[in-house]
C-alpha cells in the first residue's frame, strides 16, 4: 500500500515562502483532493487544509493550499519561528479504499 | 465543543489485546465515517482502520487485517479499536479522527513489550 510522496526535508529563511508538496496519482491526490496536516514535536496533527483546499476556522492565511494533476501543494508565506515543524499530506485513495499519507516533511526555518 | 478523545491506550504483552475508545461530541457522529491512525516513535503518520458513517463497511491497513477490529456505537458517539496479538511493532499513538480526517484527538500511547 504505497504512500504519498513528499520531499523528507524543506530549509527556508526567516519571512520566505516555503511551498511543500505532495504527490500521488489519481485514484488520490488527482481526483480526492489533500489534506495537509502540521505537527510539532509532542503534538497531535493539526489540520491546516482541507480536500477542497480550505482552511479551517483559526488557520492563518499564510497557509495556502492547491493542487495540480496529481501533485497538492502547501504553500506557507512569511515564515514565522513557530512554523517549523513536520508537514503531512493525506488522501482518500478511492480505487485501493485506504488512506494514504505522506511521509512528511520537516520544515526548518533559518 | 467539536472534538473526539481516545482512550484506552497502555502497556501489553505481545501476544495480547488492547481496546482502545474514541469518544466524540459537537457534530453528527452517525453522518461521518470514522478512522484511525497511528504514529510510531519517531516515525510518521500510518493509516490503520476506518469505517462508514452507519457501519456497514470496514477497512484495514493490510498490517493489521484478521488482528484489529473497528466498531463503532452510534448511540454513545463513540468508535472502537479491539487490538488482537498484539506485536512490538504496533508501539504507537494512536489517534482517531472524523473523516475525511479533518479533526483529530490528542491520540493515546499503546506500548507493546515484553
Known amino acids: 500500500q504505497a504512500g504519498l510522496t513528499q520531499p523528507p526535508s524543506v530549509s527556508k529563511d526567516l519571512s520566505q515562502t516555503a511551498t511543500l508538496t505532495c504527490t500521488g496519482n489519481?485514484?488520490?491526490?488527482?481526483?480526492?483532493?489533500a489534506v495537509w496536516l502540521q505537527q510539532h514535536q509532542g503534538h497531535p496533527p493539526k489540520v491546516l487544509s482541507h480536500?477542497?483546499?480550505n482552511r479551517p476556522s483559526g488557520i492563518s492565511e499564510r497557509f495556502s493550499a492547491s493542487r495540480s494533476g496529481n501533485t497538492a501543494s502547501l504553500t506557507i508565506t512569511g515564515l514565522q519561528p513557530e512554523d517549523e515543524a513536520d508537514y503531512y499530506c493525506?488522501?482518500?485513495?478511492?480505487?485501493?479504499?485506504?488512506?494514504?499519507f505522506g511521509g512528511g516533511t520537516k520544515l526548518t526555518v533559518l | 465543543e467539536v472534538q473526539v478523545v481516545e482512550s484506552g491506550g497502555g502497556l501489553v504483552q505481545p501476544g495480547g489485546s488492547l481496546r482502545l475508545s474514541c469518544t466524540t461530541s459537537?457534530?453528527?457522529?452517525?453522518?461521518?465515517?470514522m478512522t484511525w491512525v497511528r504514529q510510531a516513535p519517531g516515525k510518521g503518520l500510518e493509516w490503520v482502520a476506518s469505517?462508514?458513517?452507519?457501519?456497514?463497511?470496514?477497512f484495514y491497513v493490510d498490517s493489521v487485517k484478521g488482528r484489529f477490529t473497528i466498531s463503532r456505537d452510534n448511540a454513545k458517539n463513540s468508535v472502537y479499536l479491539q487490538m488482537n496479538s498484539l506485536r512490538v511493532e504496533d508501539t504507537a499513538i494512536y489517534y482517531c479522527?472524523?473523516?475525511?480526517?479533518?479533526?483529530w484527538g490528542r491520540g493515546t500511547l499503546v506500548t507493546v513489550s515484553s
Open positions: 480536500r477542497n483546499n
Open positions: 493525506s488522501a482518500w485513495d478511492s480505487s485501493l479504499s485506504i488512506w494514504v
Open positions: 469505517m462508514t458513517g452507519d457501519g456497514s463497511a470496514r
Open positions: 489519481f485514484n488520490n491526490v488527482g481526483n480526492q483532493g
Open positions: 479522527a472524523r473523516d475525511p480526517v479533518d479533526l
Open positions: 459537537g457534530f453528527t457522529f452517525s453522518d461521518y465515517w
